[in-house]
């Protein structure tokens, strides 16, 4: 059965598009990904070009993503809800409840994936380096 995986953060702006890539590519076939934010601010606009730049040099293409807003029927869809870091953790326990405090959870486990928002480009950099060895927490390390 393929895994359904959906990476949060709080505007879909810079930090879960790029999640969203790396698990996809990571996981192949085993997986699909979706990713959101909490909030409305980008919705419909496109990536960070910080964070498109950043991708790109790891050889992900970033260009298509366009940002949405999390809806309670991604909440459902989802397998596995996977919050960038704590504040955003606290906010999806709030909104969604007991229902689906089963699937929520950090990214990377027990710490924040840093929010590079208004930050140079190598932090940009750093937050994508993160991001991808992050993909290993979620998906077999036997996967290309």
């Known amino acids: 059965m393929m895994?359904?995986?959906?990476?949060?953060?709080?505007?879909?702006?810079?930090?879960s598009?790029?999640?969203?890539?790396?698990?996809?590519r990571r996981g192949g076939a085993a997986v699909t990904v979706r990713s959101a934010g909490l909030i409305g601010k980008w919705r419909d606009q496109p990536t960070n070009p910080s964070m498109i730049n950043a991708a790109r040099r790891l050889g992900f293409d970033l260009?298509?993503?366009r940002a949405q807003q999390i809806t309670l029927k991604m909440l459902e869809w989802a397998d596995d809800i996977l919050a960038m870091d704590a504040a955003v953790l606290?906010?999806?326990?709030?909104?969604?409840g007991e229902p689906y405090a089963?699937?929520?959870?950090?990214?990377?486990?027990?710490?924040?994936?840093?929010?590079?928002?208004?930050?140079?480009?190598?932090?940009f950099h750093d937050c994508a380096v993160?991001?991808?060895a992050g993909t290993?927490?979620?998906?077999?390390?036997?996967?290309?």
């Open 17 to 24: 598009p790029f999640a969203e890539l790396a698990l996809a």
């Open 63 to 65: 260009t298509l993503h």
């Open 90 to 96: 606290d906010t999806l326990r709030a909104v969604a």
């Open 3 to 15: 895994r359904k995986l959906l990476a949060v953060c709080l505007g879909n702006y810079c930090r």
């Open 136 to 144: 290993a927490l979620h998906i077999g390390r036997d996967r290309p």
């Open 102 to 123: 089963g699937k929520l959870g950090l990214y990377l486990g027990d710490r924040d994936v840093p929010d590079p928002m208004g930050r140079g480009d190598e932090v």
């Open 130 to 132: 993160l991001i991808e």
